[in-house]
């Protein structure tokens, strides 16, 4: 997928009061734009560090631009807007590059389910019937580690997403737990145990009732960003 309209490149300041990011262009010039991540963004906050934003011509806009990619400490690109996620999962599922979901003959989006009042990323549907996907997009990498990390902050909902896939599979469902990982250098996913145990634990949970738990990198640069490869998910420290 490639971002439109092109990026345009800045330093960051800071970020505050969660969706707010002050950034400075080449010129000098500094602006307010929108961050759209309601996470942490944990190692993706490098005050002077490169960013990458888009420019929106909408005159109804508050804030003229949205904050795309982020670069980390370690000289990693991120792809913090959480919002992408999906078009680029949906964008792979479409292109057969997520091999364990290929086959679907229908793709539905934001389909309510479950006891909980949840909607699903993705409902897709098969001749043998359909696969329930929910996608995470991830950030989070730590120094000298090439192993990425969810979440980067504590996720009730999150925790809540992989009851209801489990309950799901308990009713002779398939349900699917899609980790894109939206962090350049990144050869492996696990659950970020130190930041919330409960969702490492859902997670595993989940696993052993049958739920399939599927990662994908990402290939990222200013010009765009599409799934490539698979990675391995490591449910145990």
């Known amino acids: 997928m490639r971002f439109f309209p092109e990026l345009e490149q800045a330093r960051l300041l800071r970020r505050y009061k969660r969706f707010l990011a002050d950034i400075e262009l080449a010129n000098g010039e500094q602006m307010t734009i929108h961050c759209p991540n309601t996470g942490s963004m944990l190692n993706c906050m490098l005050e002077g560090g490169k960013v990458w934003f888009s420019r929106s011509s909408d005159p109804k806009r508050k804030l003229p631009g949205t904050w795309e990619i982020a670069e980390t400490p370690q000289g990693r690109l991120a792809c913090v807007n959480t919002g992408r996620a999906n078009a680029i999962v949906e964008e792979a599922l479409h292109a057969g590059r997520i091999t364990e979901l290929a086959g679907f003959t229908a793709l539905r989006r934001e389909v309510a389910y479950g006891e909980e009042r949840s909607r699903i990323d993705f409902r897709l549907e098969y001749p043998t019937g359909p696969a329930y996907v929910e996608v995470k997009s991830v950030t989070l990498g730590f120094d000298g580690s090439r192993v990425a990390a969810f979440p980067d902050a504590v996720t009730q909902r999150g925790a809540k997403h992989l009851r209801e896939l489990s309950a ?70």
Not at 191 to 198: G, K, M, R, T, V
Not at 215 to 228: C, F, K, R, W
């Open 168 to 237: 799901l599979v308990r009713q002779g469902v398939r349900a699917v737990q899609l980790y894109c990982v939206n962090l350049s250098g990144i050869d492996a996913v696990r659950p970020a145990e130190e930041i919330d145990s409960a969702y490492a634990a859902a997670l595993r949970a989940a696993a052993a009732e049958g739920v399939e738990v599927l990662a994908y990198g990402v290939h990222l640069d200013g010009e765009q960003i599409s799934i490539d490869r698979a990675l391995p998910v490591m449910l145990t420290s």
